[in-house]
């Protein structure tokens, strides 16, 4: 039962078999988990190495090794992969973020001839593509749909003069080591398969599990929205393209909306234009957060109802009127907690300006504007208030990713 018997070309039909399965049915069909440690990469993909051994020592002896049959590890499965020729490595760059934004900052982006700037298919596409995990859609999208979503945007903000061919990234972001796509046959894989071919399979395609997994957190998805825009489309109008790719809640830190234009309104008017009856209404249906208002009460008491920002203190019915606001957004697609921690007390002018991403605190506590028009002044800070500085540097985060000018803080 040893690993001495597998040869190049085993390995090579175990990684055709990985690849026509696709990764999950492969691990399950042949009883293994996910590598943790040691991965195979050929080609920009990276394989689970003890499955690989295991089904390759199948394809060499006939007898197909489960997971329990062996061991893994650096002395057994690597060296073996190794000595064949094959290069593994640690699976931990898809366990932590760094690693995850690291390889969102080297994608293997092309140039056209003539124009120095990087190719925009593969970062808007990843862009797409983590919209879909904020929506906490599936991860894998078939490649009709992929094709009539991600082929306008690439018209509408790629490079001047490019041609928008989605085929490109749907399959070249494999080599990203975030990506993969599923449901090619084996024998179609050894170059990129044209789009007839795309057409016939209806193939999938989107990122790995554990990408996936790492996008879930919002701190770190948001930390990849902002690595591709100032990697790859600085000079791209980042609010039109949120919008457009369904990325609209990052353009605020919190649920500012303004009314429809598109609504209109059945009240009567005079010939001057004045109403001549009641505003009309209509019913509707609408999910909202539940907030703890013992907490809002709180933060409030605990500043005196005074601004953190401006020190105001506004007046509404004889009363002092402050507002608690959340540093980092409840809700998609911030995710923050309602807790004291992540509160502010503010005024409703500030309230409305820290929302709206047009000021925000720097790692010296200091409040500034985002378009640099504004005396910075020190965030007051009350000491039975504790604030966690991971909401403020988000919030600032998502400042900069705004930004017109150059990065905040």
Not at 156 to 174: D, Q
Not at 221 to 248: K, N, P, S
Not at 321 to 344: C, F, K, T, V, W
Request: overall charge negative; hydrophobic content about 35%.
């Amino acid at each position: 039962m040893g690993l001495g018997d597998i040869r190049y070309e085993d390995v090579i039909a175990a990684t055709e078999e990985f690849r026509s399965l696709g990764r999950d049915d492969f691990l399950q069909q042949y009883g293994f988990r996910r590598a943790k440690s040691y991965e195979m990469v050929l080609d920009g993909l990276r394989y689970d190495s003890k499955a690989i051994v295991g089904v390759a020592h199948g394809h060499a002896t006939g007898e197909f090794l489960r997971a329990g049959d062996f061991s893994g590890g650096a002395a057994t499965v690597a060296r073996c992969l190794r000595d064949l020729g094959f290069v593994v490595e640690t699976g931990e760059t898809f366990h932590n973020p760094a690693a995850l934004l690291e390889r969102l900052r080297r994608l293997k982006v092309s140039r056209g001839p003539g124009n120095p700037a990087p190719s925009r298919h593969q970062p808007l596409s990843l862009l797409w593509a983590i919209s879909r995990e904020a929506d906490e859609w599936p991860r894998l999208t078939s490649w009709p749909q992929f094709r009539d979503e991600v082929g306008p945007l690439l018209v509408e903000f790629g490079l001047p003069n490019a041609k928008a061919t989605p085929e490109y990234p749907f399959w070249h972001l494999r080599g990203s080591g975030l990506w993969e796509v599923q449901g090619i046959p084996a024998e179609l894989t050894e170059k990129m398969p044209k789009t007839s071919i795309l057409d016939a399979h209806h193939p999938q395609a989107g990122f790995k599990e554990e990408a996936a997994g790492l996008l879930r957190d919002p701190v770190t998805r948001l930390d990849a929205i902002a690595t591709i825009c100032e990697t790859y489309l600085q000079d791209v109008d980042r609010q039109a393209l949120f919008e457009r790719i369904g990325l609209a809640g990052y353009t605020t830190a919190g649920s500012l909306s303004s009314p429809s234009e598109d609504e209109s309104s059945d009240a009567g008017t005079d010939e001057y234009g004045r109403a001549t009856g009641p505003a009309p209404r209509r019913d509707t249906t609408r999910s909202v957060i539940v907030r703890d208002e013992a907490l809002a009460r709180k933060v409030k008491e605990l500043e005196g109802d005074r601004c953190q920002i401006c020190d105001t203190t506004l007046r509404y019915l004889n009363r002092p009127y402050s507002e608690a606001a959340h540093i980092r957004g409840l809700g998609r697609p911030h995710h923050g907690p309602d807790e004291l921690q992540n509160l502010l007390c503010l005024c409703a002018n500030c309230h409305v300006l820290f929302d709206g991403l047009e000021i925000y605190v720097d790692p010296d506590g200091l409040v500034r504007g985002t378009r640099g028009d504004r005396e910075p002044r020190p965030l007051r800070r009350d000491p039975g208030h504790p604030m966690d500085e991971t909401h403020i540097g988000y919030h600032r985060d998502l400042c900069n990713l705004n930004a017109r000018k150059p990065a905040v803080g």
